[in-house]
Each structure stands twice: as structure tokens, then as C-alpha cells.
């Protein structure tokens, strides 16, 4: 779940902004829209009322021509009257008045003439205008397609990213909970002896017994160790995450580790959070050799192991002048030490390799960057104070149960003579 959300937390950002971007880019087009509707409704206006103008001069035009006629008459009566008048006199209308009349229904034609014209360019919503009382509501602006097709595109991509947040997070499950890889390297080492060249050192770290762990962990490391028929096992810290009492039958299987001469074990920082001194016993009667500051003398060569720098915190720091001072400096020596930061305080000891793990190989890119920043080597063979420094992955993982870009691994170093 960690990772899933470190996941889903760096894609999303880009998708929010996206999203925030086109809502911001919706608004903007509404009130331009908004705007012109609003502009187009004002000049209509003009238009409405040059038609109610010309309807009123129409009703009122006949007052004049029915005035006219009474005037001719010396009427002094109403128009209808007049009328009556006329009908019972059988009079007709003179002819100024039939020309006036004329007159005015002609001005009347034009009017309407005008205002049909007027009425062909401009669409009007019959549906509104049949009711005089409601009032003219401005058009609603379409919604651009350009705005449709953006967010289609952005709900793909939270699609897109959540699959593959999930689809990471699955394989760094199956990763980490999986069989370690079977890594080689060779490293000269120009001390050693001929009779030496091609001696194997198998090197695991960070196994990490726990709970979630469970025996098979351990087993399945034991088998890959014993398919290389090593001859030095060096576990380098970082073996549990707990007590003797919680996770000793997890452990159990490291008894069943095989090599020509012997398993070697030096404490990590995770030891100190889980009872060191129960475990350096517990260890040791599992015919694993704890390296507590102290060096031993493998035929040609030198190995020597130190303990956590984390120790030092428990009154159980390392001592580099104790586990490599006064030595024969003819011969070759391997120095295991769980951090690689170690080889700042073993290089002036004439340290031919340093092997180490504490890293995890940074377990999840983008970690590997930020492990960086700490030691001086985060996966693989380098050289640090003209010392080479290698650091394994680990076999295990720490956290969540999710590795990416670190797979767990087992590596199996070749000494290579060069005299």
C-alpha cells in the first residue's frame, strides 16, 4: 500500500494540474461566451423597438385621417358617428380623403415591409416571443468540443495511472517475496595468491527475518547459498527484525548453510533494535561465526568483519584497529562491515575489498537517489578512498513488501589473482 500511494502520489500530480488547467480554460471560455451573447441581446434591442415605434405610429396614424375627414365635414363627432353619419346620408368619402387613406395604408405596407425584411436576418425563437410576459432569457453558449476531448484525455490518464500504480506495486510484491537473483562478479585483488585465484565468497545481507517472512525466506536463501559451493559464506547485518523468542524457527534453516571453509556473520543496525547479544549467540550456535571486531587467517588470505557502526549506540560500536591493525600487510584482506560508509574508516588499513549490504539497493526507485546521499555506494562494485567497495541488494526488504529496481539478491564474488 506504501508504494501504491508513492505511485499513485507522483502521477496524480500532474493529472490535477492538467484538470485544474482545463477548468480554468472552461471558465474563461464561458464568460467570453457570456460576454457576446450578452453584446448580441443589445443589439437586437434597437431593432424591437424600431418595430414597436413603427406599430404605434401605425395605430395612431388614422387619428389624423379620421380628424381630416371631420374637418371636411365640419364634424365635430367621433369617427364612428361620423361614419354613421355618412353611412345614413349616403355619402361617400371625398377624394383627399380616399388619397390620404391610401396614403397611410401605404406607409403602413412599407412599415411591415421593413420589419418582415428585418425579421428574415434575425432568428427569433417563436416559442418565447408568443408570450409576451416572459422575458428574453440570453442563449446558453455550447460547450466548446476542444473541452470534452481534454477531459476525456484526462480520465484516461487517471486510468492509465492507477493500473499502472497497481500493476508496479503487484510485480514489486512478487519481487521482494520471491527467490533472491544469483548475481556474479569478479574482483582482482593483487595480494592474492595464485594457489587462491578463484576463490568464491558468497555474500547475502539484509535477510530480514519477520513475520511476514516466514521459514520459507530462510530456506529458499539456504538453497541458492548452497547451489554455489562457496567457499566462504559472508552474511553481512541485518539478518532479523525481531528477538530470539519471536523469530528464532524462522532462523532455524541457516544451520543447513554449506561451504568449503565456513560461514561468517557481522551485525547490522537491526541487530541492536532486536537483542544483538541473543542473536550473536543464537548465531554462533546455528555453526554461523560471528566476526565481532576481529580478523582470522583463511590459508592466503584475510577476513576480517566489524561490527555495525549503529552499535556504538549500544556500547557495541566497531573497532577498525582491532579488527585490522597489526597484520601481515603482504597479505590480501576481505572486510566485512554492514555499511559501505565503513571503507572511510577502513581505507587507511589497507583494505583489499569491503563487502557490505545495508542499502537494499535503495529496495524502491526513486529511493536508490535518496540512499545516495548517504553512502558512498548504493548497489554493485565501486571504489571509495582507493578501496573497492561491494554492496549487495540484500535478500530481503524492509518496510513494505514491495521492491522495484532492487531485486533481492544473492552474489557470489570471484577472487582473481593478478600476481
Not at 511476514?212 to 536463501?221: K, P
Request: a negative charge; hydrophobic letters at 40%; aromatic letters at 6%.
Amino acid at each position: 500500500m506504501f508504494y501504491l500511494l508513492v505511485i499513485l502520489a507522483v502521477l496524480e500530480i500532474p493529472r490535477l494540474a492538467f484538470g485544474i488547467w482545463l477548468r480554468t480554460r472552461a471558465k474563461t471560455n464561458d464568460s467570453i461566451s457570456t460576454a457576446r451573447a450578452t453584446d448580441s441581446h443589445h443589439t437586437s434591442a434597437p431593432d424591437q423597438l424600431g418595430e414597436t415605434a413603427n406599430a404605434e405610429r401605425g395605430e395612431t396614424a388614422s387619428t389624423p385621417l379620421r380628424e381630416t375627414a371631420n374637418a371636411e365635414r365640419g364634424e365635430t363627432a367621433s369617427i364612428p358617428l361620423g361614419e354613421t353619419a355618412n353611412a345614413e346620408r349616403g355619402e361617400t368619402a371625398s377624394t383627399p380623403l380616399r388619397e390620404t387613406a391610401s396614403a397611410v395604408r401605404g406607409e403602413r405596407a412599407s412599415t411591415n415591409a421593413a420589419g418582415q425584411d428585418t425579421a428574415d436576418r434575425i432568428p427569433i425563437d417563436n416559442s418565447k416571443a408568443d408570450d409576451p410576459g416572459r422575458a428574453t432569457e440570453p442563449a446558453t453558449p455550447a460547450e466548446p468540443v476542444g473541452v470534452e476531448r481534454r477531459l476525456l484525455l484526462a480520465r484516461g490518464a487517471a486510468i492509465f495511472a492507477g493500473l499502472t500504480a497497481a500493476g508496479i506495486t503487484g510485480y514489486g510484491v512478487k519481487t521482494a517475496l520471491g527467490t533472491p537473483q544469483l548475481d556474479r562478479a569478479q574482483i582482482p585483488l593483487a595480494k592474492l595468491p595464485r594457489a587462491m585465484d578463484g576463490t568464491r565468497l558468497a555474500v547475502v545481507s539484509d535477510i530480514h527475518l519477520g513475520p511476514l517472512t516466514g521459514v520459507d525466506h530462510a530456506e529458499r536463501i539456504v538453497r541458492l547459498i548452497n547451489s554455489v559451493n562457496a567457499d566462504f559464506v559472508c552474511i553481512v547485518g541485518d539478518l532479523v527484525d525481531g528477538t530470539v523468542g519471536e523469530l528464532g524457527r524462522y532462523a532455524a534453516p541457516l544451520a543447513g548453510i554449506q561451504s568449503r571453509q565456513g560461514a561468517y556473520f557481522v551485525t547490522g543496525n537491526h541487530e541492536y533494535y532486536s537483542g544483538f547479544e541473543e542473536w550473536v549467540v543464537e548465531v554462533d550456535r546455528l555453526g554461523i561465526r560471528p566476526l565481532r571486531n576481529e580478523r582470522l587467517e583463511l590459508g592466503g588470505l584475510d577476513l576480517a568483519g566489524v561490527n555495525d557502526l549503529g552499535g556504538t549506540d549500544f556500547g557495541d560500536g566497531p573497532d577498525f584497529a582491532k579488527a585490522l591493525g597489526d597484520r601481515d600487510s603482504a597479505r590480501p584482506v576481505v572486510l566485512m562491515a554492514h555499511q559501505p560508509i565503513a571503507v572511510h574508516e577502513a581505507a587507511p588499513f589497507g583494505v583489499d575489498l569491503q563487502v557490505s549490504g545495508h542499502t537494499h539497493g535503495g529496495q524502491m526507485v526513486p529511493f536508490n537517489l535518496l540512499v545516495k546521499l548517504e553512502q558512498p555506494v548504493v548497489s554493485g562494485l565501486g571504489r571509495v578512498d582507493g578501496v573497492p567497495v561491494y554492496v549487495t541488494n540484500g535478500a530481503g526488504f524492509w518496510g513494505p513488501p514491495v521492491r522495484v529496481g532492487a531485486p533481492p539478491q544473492v552474489t557470489v564474488i570471484e577472487l582473481r589473482s593478478t600476481s
